[in-house]
């Protein structure tokens, strides 16, 4: 069983990806965290855990789902995480997490996708993005045959600076930079609320037909990247860069 999370639609295409080769069954976390839902969960088949890559580990807001959820049957965990340069020493943190819940972890495995993370890091244009997603497919498609063989994904030491990534930078990481006040909507905004409607904590809510963020942030990016008008920017950071979107909306189960 395949649970992904989504900003922009990269771990969405992974999971796609994986699901397609190994048949697997698709859970999309988006639609249980706009819910506050958590659940009770029994297959067969391993588990994967498919998300982004935020400040170099697994998402808070992932990782706090995963010990709310009740998982039966098989306890074989893989993590998949898409990332725009890598995913530093994230594999120890999801290692612990496994320990946790009881879970058997059999991997944390980068797959490199289109950088989304307009508030910080230069994004690339269509063209590029549209490169980066066809070098990724073989990568992801290696992944889903070891999932499917039961084979667990290479271990990878993690150097010194990631290690500082995902461990002290992790925090601060959330502590400094993950804020929504820089988020305005533009002129150009038609009031369609299509960014709180993705919005995978409910953080937007229209006011007189503009959006309003109310301080509960991920810095996923939906809302931004997602805007059918372009008329959201964070600031001056996210001027001029290309707004990498391609998730769809999906059921709870696919």
């Known amino acids: ?15 796609e990806q994986l699901a397609r080769i190994t048949g697997d069954d698709r859970v999309f976390l988006n639609r249980l965290l706009r819910e506050r839902e958590a659940g009770t969960f029994c297959s067969e088949r391993p588990l994967v855990f498919v998300s982004p890559t935020y400040a170099w580990r697994l998402p808070r807001i992932v990782e706090d789902w995963i010990r709310r959820a009740r998982f039966e049957g098989n306890s074989d965990a893989y993590f998949v995480l898409s990332c725009g340069t890598g995913c530093g020493n994230a594999a120890a943190y999801a290692r612990r997490l496994c320990a946790e819940k009881g879970l058997r972890f059999r991997g944390l495995a980068p797959v490199l996708m289109p950088e989304n993370y307009l508030a910080m890091f230069s994004t690339p244009d269509a063209a590029q993005c549209r490169e980066i997603i066809d070098r990724a497919l073989p990568c992801i498609a290696s992944l889903a045959e070891s999932i499917r063989a039961g084979e667990g994904f290479l271990d990878r030491k993690p150097s010194l600076v ?73 600031g001056s950071r996210s001027r001029g860069k290309h707004r990498h979107f391609i998730l769809r909306d999906a059921p709870e189960r696919e």
């Open 1 to 15: 069983m395949i649970f992904y999370f989504s900003g922009t639609g990269n771990s969405q295409l992974v999971a």
């Open 162 to 234: 990631g290690r500082l990534e995902s461990g002290p930078i992790n925090p601060l990481f959330y502590a400094l930079c993950v804020r929504d006040s820089a988020f305005r909507s533009l002129e150009g905004c038609t009031g369609c609320g299509r960014c709180a409607r993705t919005c995978p904590v409910n953080n937007i809510v229209l006011r007189e037909g503009l959006p309003a963020w109310q301080g509960n942030c991920i810095h996923c990016m939906a809302c931004i990247a997602g805007c059918p008008a372009g008329a959201i920017e964070y």
